[in-house]
Each structure stands twice: as C-alpha cells, then as structure tokens.
C-alpha cells in the first residue's frame, strides 16, 4: 500500500514563493505517475501539476503554467511542487497523489490516481 507524506505548506503573502513536498513509500516509485492537486472550499478538487514515472511528461493546469514547477526525485522517493508568484486564489489544501500507471491519457484527473496524501494547507494573503 502506497503511503504519501506531504510537507511544506504555510502562509506566504501574495507573489512570494513556497516549495511543497511529498514522500512517498510502499512500491516502486519511479513506475507511477505522481500529481499535485488542490481544492479550495466550495470547489472541486483539481489536478495543478502532474509528472509521468519516467520524468518525461508532465502536466499544469492553465491557471499555474508559468508559475508552478513539478519535479521529482526517484533517489528520494520524493515529488516537489516548487510555486512561485503566488496569488490569493492560489489558496487551498494541496494534495499529493500518486498514480495508478506511469501516465495518463489527455489530463490528469482523480481517477487517474489511486493513493492520496493527508493534504497540506497553503494560505496565500493579500
């Protein structure tokens, strides 16, 4: 059974930067895809940034391009979700996700992952 530990959430003030991480234990991590999703209260849960096993694939939603990087460390069975330029609406429980296979088709969604994290919070003030 996968297990996921998330790290690194807090509050930053708007256009500051915050780096998350995520642990993962329990099978082979560079087979599987891993994903970083956020839901904010009253919304759905979104997939921000994905990364295939490989490294060589990756995903970000339209709204973070630019400004967030996904990355991953197979030595470290770690995902890194590096965010920059932070903006209000960036607030929400982040939750890393790891995936069923080591890609998905078109875009990442929850389905397309079967093990989730405890979340951690990131608050960004105005």
């Known amino acids: 059974q996968v297990q996921l530990v998330e790290s690194g959430g807090g509050l930053v003030q708007a256009g500051g930067s915050l780096r998350i991480s995520c642990v993962a234990s329990g099978r082979t991590f560079s087979s599987y895809a891993m994903g970083w999703f956020r839901q904010a209260p009253g919304k759905e849960r979104e997939c921000v940034a994905a990364?295939?096993?490989?490294?060589?694939?990756?995903y970000y939603a339209s709204s973070v391009k630019g400004r967030f990087s996904i990355s991953k460390d197979n030595a470290k069975n770690t995902v890194y979700l590096q965010m920059n330029s932070l903006k209000p609406e960036d607030t929400a429980v982040y939750y890393c996700?790891?995936?069923?296979?080591?890609?998905?088709?078109?875009?990442?969604?929850?389905?397309?992952?079967?093990?989730w994290g405890q979340g951690t919070q990131v608050t960004v003030s105005s």
């Open positions: 990364i295939s096993g490989s490294g060589g694939r990756t």
């Open positions: 996700a790891s995936g069923v296979k080591g890609n998905w088709n078109i875009v990442p969604v929850p389905a397309d992952f079967g093990s």
